[in-house]
Structure formats: structure tokens, C-alpha cells
């Protein structure tokens, strides 16, 4: 899941430079894909403080 996540957060990136680039830093579809890319940050901070680094079964 990590992996596929990493790729949506830097397509979602992506995205938005460009459209920022285009169209500017506070036109509603650059500031609508920021607001997804936070969705996605945030989603991805939860797995990540969430999921172990180590199984039970692998200590000892």
C-alpha cells in the first residue's frame, strides 16, 4: 500500500506544480488539488505512525 500511496502523493504533486504554473497559485483547481495532496499527506502520515517496524513475531 505504501508504494502505491507514494505514487499518488507525487503524481498528486505533480499536478499541482503544474497547475500552479498555469494557472496560478490561488486558482480553485490548483487550490482543489492542494487540498488533495494534504488529504493524501495526511493519509500516508497515518499509515506511517500506525503500521510497525517491527511484528511481534519477528523480535525474539
Avoid: W
Avoid at 17 to 43: P, Q, R, W, Y
Amino acid at each position: 500500500m505504501k508504494t502505491k500511496l507514494m505514487q499518488s502523493i507525487n503524481t498528486k504533486r505533480q499536478e499541482m506544480i503544474h497547475l500552479a504554473m498555469n494557472k496560478g497559485f490561488t486558482n480553485k483547481e490548483t487550490v482543489k488539488c492542494s487540498k488533495e495532496l494534504d488529504s493524501l499527506l495526511d493519509l500516508h502520515m497515518k499509515v506511517k505512525t500506525t503500521t510497525p517496524l517491527y511484528s511481534s513475531s519477528s523480535i525474539g
